[in-house]
């Protein structure tokens, strides 16, 4: 081999320094972390919990006023810096409890109601947008997301203006530079070079598009050398990097499954009981300062706070993302049909059986080729059809807003995002590509699916707030930026007058695709003459008559509903569809 010295010093060169940018958890945030910043949380997924926790320790009691930029804030994530009175705004698509079902959260609420800290709602693909902008060093991003919706008249930051090639309106929303980004990869090396988690939910815009770069906590620090055994999954370069963390399980609570596969080791699960712990606590401001004091303040370090998880929890972690690994619960099951002593359909479960029915319907008459649910019902009436058009021979590829693409949603773990059907998927993308691409971008091809807190008698969804009462739900998520980009869109909603009200207080995501919406009484198609939505057909009910149950449904409707000429008497769910629902929702947090 030919020797060439200049060669050999760049090729050394590219390995880096022994020691690099790698620091403890506490140095990174002493030195890179100032009051007043916007910190942006989290590229690829996998929260940065290690270092959201050691900038809670470090400023308890600062009032540092944070600005933070994050697509969903709970009660793990968020919460604690409300709780110490540490933010002063915050920019988010999600402000709930989302796993292992979505609710709420009581200390988020009281700080809406409180206004003394600045909520801005955006979102999931607009955020993204926004991000994708400031790293690309544009002004701005076009959308089709917000406009008609509420959301589009609090932000300062989007606005419509005319398409100068064809004249038609277009969204713009505004390019967005946090100070620093915070993030949490599967790997790095010693100079940064970050291998992030898939899928990759926001890539690495953050990251390249905040002003002061990026703080990285990874589960393992390799060599150069190491890491360029998978550089195909280099996402974020050294050049961006401040400070390279190692902190194994830095993501808990939450999980982190990652790809590449290293060997024998593995990602870890969801700590369940954890996060339910932290909910819990969340119903009062006493109960969660105490959750705080024994979790966060009274551990000095991520060392410590693993050594109170203990070991033997960890290793469970693990094992739990293993395909074997069922839930004991849906093994006593009962096999494929469930126990003999099955109880009778909940109206959950009638609603989500006739939402499945639906889908599948939509998607064998007009060919739709993707399917995107929202969280809850909605993403389990789109698991059923899935199953029941694979028995007609027919693949709808289900996608996750996170950049999850044609995944197989597996019996055991209910919640929308499960970890356990990653490794199923057969393509990893991220927020842009799954939202802006394949939802928008490809006309015609993927149906929508989503739940609603409230939606009104033209399809309109609100799943923010209710502005009389200062009362803030959970926002948007990625449901506006499907209700905007979608082919069609189903909603499934549970049905009372408070709930299908005759015009939404907030309109979240705007309804002009929105062509049914089905209850656990029955399925309302929107009528194209003046756009209302009409009773289409109802759930048979034992003992009454249509009469009676027409007039039932009426009732439990905000709006003077009127029904179709050709109505149509549905039945309930079969022995074969309550079994596989069971089993796709064991733990009947959907269900019951």
Same mark, same amino acid.
């Given at each position: ?303 410590? =706070?693993?050594?109170? /998880?203990? #070991?033997? *929890?960890?290793? @469970? !972690?693990?094992?739990?993302?293993? &395909? ?61 059809? =899935?199953?029941?058009? /694979?028995? #007609?021979? *027919?693949?709808? @590829? !289900?996608?996750?807003?996170?950049? &999850? ?65 200062? /009362? ?121």
């Amino acid at each position: 081999m030919l020797h060439l010295p200049w060669v050999e010093k760049a090729l050394e060169g590219r390995a880096g320094a022994a020691g690099g940018k790698v620091a403890t958890l506490p140095e990174a945030v002493r030195k890179f972390v100032r009051p007043g910043m916007a910190l942006q949380i989290g590229c690829g997924h996998g929260y940065p919990m290690a270092l959201l926790y050691e900038i809670v320790r470090q400023f308890w009691g600062r009032d540092p006023g944070f600005t933070i930029i994050t697509y969903g804030g709970s009660c793990t994530n968020l919460v604690p810096f409300l709780a110490g009175g540490l933010v002063r705004k915050v920019l988010a698509s999600y402000l709930g409890d989302a796993y292992p079902f979505p609710a709420p959260n009581p200390l988020i609420q009281k700080a809406f109601a409180e206004g003394k800290v600045q909520f801005e709602e955006w979102s999931m693909l607009t955020l993204t947008q926004r991000l994708a902008a400031a790293a690309m060093g544009l002004p701005f991003f076009p959308t089709r997301s917000l406009a008609g919706s509420s959301l589009a008249q609090n932000l300062a930051d989007f606005t419509v203006t005319e398409d100068p090639f064809s004249g038609e309106q277009v969204g713009l929303v505004k390019a967005l530079h946090p100070d620093v980004s915070l993030v949490h990869g599967w790997l790095a090396d010693p100079q940064g070079n970050t291998v992030l988690n898939m899928p990759l939910v926001g890539s690495a815009y953050g990251a390249l598009a905040a002003r002061e770069g990026a703080i990285v906590t990874v589960e393992k620090v390799v060599s150069a050398a190491e890491l360029s055994r998978c550089r195909e999954h280099v996402r974020i370069p050294a050049e961006v990097v401040r400070a390279v963390v190692e902190a194994p399980f830095g993501a808990h609570p939450s999980g982190h499954h990652h790809f590449p596969q290293r060997g024998e080791e593995g990602g870890y699960a969801e700590d369940r009981p954890f996060i339910m712990e932290a909910r819990r606590a969340s119903r009062s401001a006493e109960t969660y300062q105490a959750w705080l004091e024994e979790w966060i303040l009274s551990c000095p370090d991520h060392r410590s =706070y693993l050594a109170k /998880l203990g #070991q033997e *929890r960890l290793l @469970a !972690l693990k094992g739990r993302l293993s &395909l074997d690994a069922w839930p004991l619960h849906f093994l006593e099951g009962g096999g494929r049909d469930g126990p003999p002593d099955a109880p009778p359909a909940t109206a959950a479960e009638r609603m989500i059986a006739l939402s499945g029915r639906e889908i599948r319907r939509l998607i064998l008459k007009k060919g739709y080729h993707s399917i995107l649910a929202g969280v809850g019902a909605s993403h389990l009436a789109s698991w059923m059809a =899935y199953y029941g058009l /694979l028995e #007609q021979d *027919r693949q709808a @590829a !289900l996608l996750a807003e996170i950049g &999850l693409y044609g995944f197989i949603p597996l019996p055991g773990d209910s919640f929308v995002f499960a970890l356990r059907n990653f490794p199923t998927g057969r393509l990893y993308t991220d927020v842009l590509h799954t939202l802006g691409c394949f939802v928008s971008g490809s006309p015609g091809s993927c149906l929508g699916v989503l739940g609603a807190a409230q939606v009104d008698c033209r399809g309109n969804i609100n799943s923010s707030q209710i502005p009389a009462a200062s /009362l803030y739900l959970v926002g948007s998520g990625g449901g506006n930026d499907v209700a905007s980009g979608a082919a069609e869109v189903v909603v499934v909603a549970w049905q009372s007058p408070h709930r299908f009200v005759e015009k939404v207080p907030f309109i979240t995501s705007p309804g002009d695709r929105v062509t049914a919406v089905v209850s656990q009484y029955g399925l309302f198609r929107k009528d194209p003459a003046d756009g209302i939505l009409k009773l289409s057909a109802y759930l048979e009910r034992p003992g009454l008559t249509e009469a009676e149950t027409v007039r039932d449904i009426k009732e439990q409707c905000g709006w003077e509903l009127q029904p179709w000429p050709d109505l149509e008497a549905v039945a309930p769910p079969t022995a074969e569809e309550l079994a596989r629902l069971r089993h796709l929702d064991p733990e009947r947090y959907f269900t019951r």
